[in-house]
């Protein structure tokens, strides 16, 4: 069978019109070759969601809002059309919400998997509307933003306060604090300067101290090493020892006991010591008056004058 133009251009033309509503319906997302289910769901408020807005589930894109109208009531009506397989039940929950800070809103339908009944095509599910990502934000900002203004007000007291303090005389006295302080610290800086010369030139002085310093370390870490091998316990308790002896002994002493004790306690022997010492003495000037009665060196055969006791001698 032969094909005439007339029947060519027919089906061009047909073809055109049916990829024209194929391509016009795929852009509003509408796809004619998938099978999509409708579900209406009414709001009070839709808080700014537009046709198009997409459809979630956990996250994941499962729709779109088809369209919005408006009910004789006020209410709104979103009308959703959902490809998918999952089985969403009647008592589901569409909430509006914010997907992000500019994206705009969308609905996230949220199951309720309890419950066995699936919703058909055509039903109506419960609406709900989150709080948007800016409500919550202001919400919280609302106590930092109470604090803040409290604190301008603070910081506008203190700037008011200062304005009143600042008159001309303080600022002139602050001119003048500032300028002595940059003399001080000019004056510090020279000072700086003079020490870092003073180091420069005791450079080699500083050296032989600190290796002076070093020697002594040295030689006191090798005093340290011969105390520690040194048996301090043993000399300690020797030391101990040896006064407890001594101890003893001062008790002997105090005591009387033995010759240091009896010379300290016994008042006889003091008396004869005391005795002795002055015979002696007396003895002493009898040889220093009469050296001859005790050295006989005679060349005439003179006699010695008899012995004459002294006056103050001691009757035994």
Known sequence: MKITREIKTAILVITSILLFIWGYSFLKGKDLFNKYKTFYVEYANVEGLAPSAPVTINGLNIGIVKTISIKENGTLLAELQINTEFPISKSSVATIYDASLIGGKQVAIHPNFEDKNVAESGDYLKGDIDAGLMASLGDKMSPVMVKVEKLMASADKLITSFNN????????????????????????????????????????????????????????????????????????????????????????????KGTMGKLMKDEALYKNLSQTSKELELLLEDVRLNPTRYVNVSLFGKKNKPYVAPKDSITK
Request: glycine fraction near 6%.
């Open 165 to 256: 303090v600042m008159d001309e005389k303080g600022q002139a006295d602050l001119k003048k604090t500032l300028s002595e302080l940059s003399a001080t610290m000019e004056q510090f800086h020279k000072v700086a300067a003079n020490a870092n010369g003073i180091l420069d030139e005791n450079k080699g002085q500083l050296k032989n101290v600190v290796s002076n310093f070093n020697k002594v370390s040295d030689n006191f870490v090798k005093i340290s090493d011969s105390l520690n091998k040194a048996d301090l316990g043993k000399t300690v308790k020797n030391l101990n020892s040896t006064l407890s002896k001594v101890d003893g002994l001062m008790k002997d002493m105090e005591a009387g």
